[in-house]
């Protein structure tokens, strides 16, 4: 069915030399891995880490993508740059963009279109708040994250989805299994009804709340999650490895 996928968003962390480093100590840690395996870094580490990953299981994904192919966008990185320099993935409306860089449903279905158009993998982050959950509007900004981030694209199983609880990210909290299971399964219920059922069952939605390798076992178990976007565990190799070797 869908294959799972952890991917690493190193954040603003790791210098072009410490991401390489990085990189050659987990290639064998995690070179049987049953799920797709990819680390999204910074810009300026791109091409240490694209060397680094050469003949690896390792995929490179960068942390974000404009929406066109070049211009007056100062400190921004186009589609053609990162395919030159190997990526395959691209995170895309992570909360910590749209909470500190204006980054809105809009940009970030421009963003998607232009990343699946050029062949860029997708990965799209979608989220409720901790007062969005408190005040019962999780399924709402789900909804309209969903639908209007998606908005136009024409097969749904070139990207992957990435649900990020923001009450969960940085702060230690995690919602439970069961919980995260449910949420992501109404993003998949909303999938059905406003593209199509088949693209429901097929598209890959990570799980982005603080897995680590303690929980990841039992999130994994959960029939609607298929991987997980791995935030501070992702920067220290052991332990982005035991996400990844979650069934071992």
């Not at 994904?61 to 211009?71: K, L, R």
Request: glycine share 10%; with cysteine.
């Amino acid at each position: 069915m869908r294959k799972p996928i952890i991917a690493g968003n190193w954040k603003m962390n790791k210098t072009p030399a410490e991401g390489a480093a990085l990189v050659n100590e987990l290639k064998p840690l995690v070179q049987d891995a049953e799920c797709d395996v990819v680390v999204c870094v910074p810009a300026t580490d791109i091409y240490a880490v694209s060397e680094a990953v050469k003949g690896s299981n390792i995929h490179l994904g960068a942390q974000n993508v404009h929406f066109a192919e070049s211009g007056a966008y100062t400190g921004e990185i186009s589609a053609d740059m990162l395919l030159a320099l190997g990526v395959e993935y691209v995170i895309i409306g992570h909360s910590e963009r749209r909470q500190y860089f204006g980054e809105t449903d809009e940009t970030v279905n421009k963003r998607t279109l232009t990343a699946l158009n050029k062949g860029l993998i997708p990965i799209v982050c979608i989220g409720e708040t901790l007062e969005e959950r408190e005040t019962g509007k999780t399924e709402e900004v789900l909804r309209r994250q969903t639908v209007e981030g998606l908005k136009g694209v024409e097969d749904l199983t070139k990207l992957v989805i990435a649900y990020e609880p923001v009450w969960a990210i940085g702060t230690g909290r995690t919602a439970t299994s069961e919980q995260a299971n449910e949420t992501i399964g109404f993003i998949r219920k909303v999938i059905a009804e406003t593209f199509c059922p088949k693209c429901a069952a097929a598209v890959r939605i990570q799980y982005g709340g603080s897995m680590k390798g303690s929980n990841a076992k039992e999130l994994m178990a959960q029939e609607e999650i298929d991987g997980g976007l791995i935030g501070g565990a992702s920067l220290k190799a052991p332990d982005f490895a035991q996400v990844v070797n979650y069934n071992k």
